[in-house]
């Protein structure tokens, strides 16, 4: 994540799924556009010149991605405004913080099963 823009918050889970380990990281990730949809398109472009291919496209809300590298490796990128971190003070707070505006933002959650 740090290759396609400035981490504003992470987050790190754990957890089972049946037997299966489930580890999710959750990012708010500073790309640069000047619009939601432009910062969408910059972070898609980014993640895709670095191995990583479009599963599924929700066009101008989220997609989700595939490695090619990493086995059960999958992420979805989502407009931050329709994300659930958007709605959560500590990343209300760290983009405060860092006066970032909210329509550079992507929200990024990656996931890997063990």
Known sequence: MRKIGTIVWEKRQ?????AELVVTHAFVVNVGGD???ESLKKAV???RSHSWTISVDGSS????????????????V?????SEESNLPEVREAIKRQSVNTGALVSVGVFQGS
């Open 14 to 18: 754990e957890g089972m799924m049946g």
């Open 35 to 37: 619009t939601e949809e």
């Open 45 to 47: 472009a980014s993640l």
């Open 61 to 76: 809300i989220n997609v989700f991605l595939e490695s090619s590298k990493w086995k059960d490796a999958n992420l979805a």
């Open 78 to 82: 989502s407009v931050f405004r329709h």
